[in-house]
């Protein structure tokens, strides 16, 4: 609930000093415990099921078991694990599945720095060190305003209040509800004042993992792009919004630290060093993992576990070589349906042929090794598909106990801004050369390079060219789930059927590819624009707190 006590973490990824198990008299009173907490408050409390399994859960859900890419038409989670329903769009405030927990974690974490940013000035510190913890709070409580804001909407704004056990909870002003434009105006302005107080880069005593102006600067790019988007203006086109959007992506531009990746788009994922496209990231490390990418979402042949199978819709989008569309009605596309497709296809989906590990891929039937035929045949992927990316080939899918789950989850890269600029823009001015230029640099990354965006496209054009670059270029990061909503077109996508594939091996070893559903029931309803608040929120407000519309 709001009003939830704090409490400190296990140590993280950082190695910082644990705190809690520490007093708050000895927090404020030791400037190196002081800072440990404000560290681990990037780290948040394990609410579910494998949730944070191995390390405990950050900003956002990341490698978990089953991703947020399976409440998408990307992937579906193989073994459920409380996605299918949320999918079949049966959400509701008392069955919430792997949906539930950012309410509760978020305005705990939101206490925890409000309390930090109410008793710092106790510190036996310099101002100077005070005022770059205070930018890094700052950051944290934005961040976590950002997920309240774009599950829920409307949302309490908090302020700097520091809710105490005994404070009068039949206070309304605990429960009431703030406009989201407001809220992310307030998160926007905290940022800002983050920024100038944050260091540019992670270096000496600010280690990999903390919040930098970048940071800042990035999570300001993506609220100003929610706010001008559809599902947050009602609908209406806000040309100035869309500018103040673009404007935003362009000073993380301007500060000239970050740039596409030219290592190939897979090393993005495993290349934590010399990276230039990285802004802000969750760093693992051998002694602090996650779960362990390539057993869990492995294919059943290798002893893996499938995890989060990829759906034939996201597969169907990837373009051709030469920038075409895939079809199925075109016959050298349906009968070689894996061959000249866009580079970051193979480097994101394991299919039927596709080369991995000792051997290739083999999900038709009969006797594909991958498929319902090969061992282990209850993971088997119910689309024909398993996750590549993120997935790191020198690491053992068998026993991976010991080594595996190192790779980083990245919250923000450079390929996200210049895909914020390039829609905030096109909707502000039309498709001008900047537009073409921040588009084009990403599709010309070295290991991708599909040709540049044709001349001479309308706004319309551009718009549609923009999503679809999103959804290839941002698969399985989170993204995709937020997008559909604040373009107000998830009715569409996601009341599409998720379909797989079916391979089948004929004598002469020819193949046939069938069209199947890999999840019935797939459904999306105006209400699930919004998560509904938990059931336990309200109760816990004697029913003060406004349940989101279509929950009661």
Known sequence: MLGSMMMGCKEDFLEIVPTDRVSDASILSDSTLFEAFVINRYLGIRLTNKEGDGNLP?????????????????????????????????????????????????????????????????????????????????????????DLVRNYG???????????LGDDFTDLSFYEKTDKQEVIAYIIDELDRAASGLPQTNDGVWKEGRATRGAALALKSRLALYAASPLYTDGQNDTERW?????????????????????????????????????????????????????????????????????????DDYEMMDGSAFDWDNE?????????????????????????????VETFTPGGKDSQDGPANWNTSKSGYYLKKFINEELPIRNPWEVAGTQNWIYFRYAEILLNYAEAQNEAVGPDASVYQAINDI?????????????????????????????????????????????????????????????????????????????????????????????????????????NPGYN
């Open 58 to 146: 950050g900003f956002g859900r990341g490698f978990e078991y089953a991703m947020w890419s399976s409440l998408t038409d990307e992937s579906i989670y193989n073994n459920d694990d409380n996605t299918w329903f949320i999918q079949q769009g049966q959400l509701s405030p008392e069955n919430t599945g792997i949906a539930g927990t950012f309410w509760g974690r978020s305005y705990r974490s939101i206490r925890e720095c409000n309390y930090a940013l109410a008793n710092i000035d106790q510190l036996d510190m310099s101002q100077t060190g005070k005022n770059r913890l205070i930018a890094e709070l700052r950051f944290i409580r934005a961040f976590r305003y950002q």
């Open 154 to 164: 409307d949302i309490v704004l908090m302020g700097d209040r520091v809710a105490e």
């Open 243 to 315: 500018a103040a959007a673009a404007q935003a992506a362009q000073e993380v531009m301007d500060l000239q630290l970050y740039s596409i990746y030219q290592g190939g788009y897979s090393e993005v994922f495993l290349t934590p060093n010399s990276n230039p496209e990285i802004i802000f990231a969750r760093y693992y490390n051998i002694n602090s993992r996650h779960t362990a990418l390539e057993i869990a979402n492995g294919p059943n042949g290798y002893d893996g576990w499938a995890g989060n199978v990829p759906l034939q819709n996201l597969v």
């Open 332 to 360: 050298a596309h349906a009968a070689s349906p894996y061959e000249n497709r866009d580079p970051r296809f193979y480097a994101s989906i394991l299919y039927n042929g596709a080369e991995y590990r000792d051997r290739a």
């Open 443 to 547: 599709r010309s990354r070295s290991g991708v390079e599909m040709p540049p965006l044709a001349p001479g496209l309308s706004q319309d054009q551009m718009r549609d060219k923009i999503r679809h670059e999103r959804r290839i270029e941002m698969a399985f990061e989170e993204h995709r789930y937020y997008d559909v909503r604040r373009w107000m077109i998830a009715e569409e996508t996601e009341n599409q059927p998720a379909y797989g594939i079916v391979i089948t091996k004929a004598n002469d070893g020819s193949l046939s590819y069938t069209r199947k559903l890999a999840l019935t029931g797939k459904s999306f309803s105006p209400r699930h624009y919004w998560l509904p608040i938990p059931r336990a929120e309200i109760l816990a407000s004697d029913n003060q707190l406004e349940q």
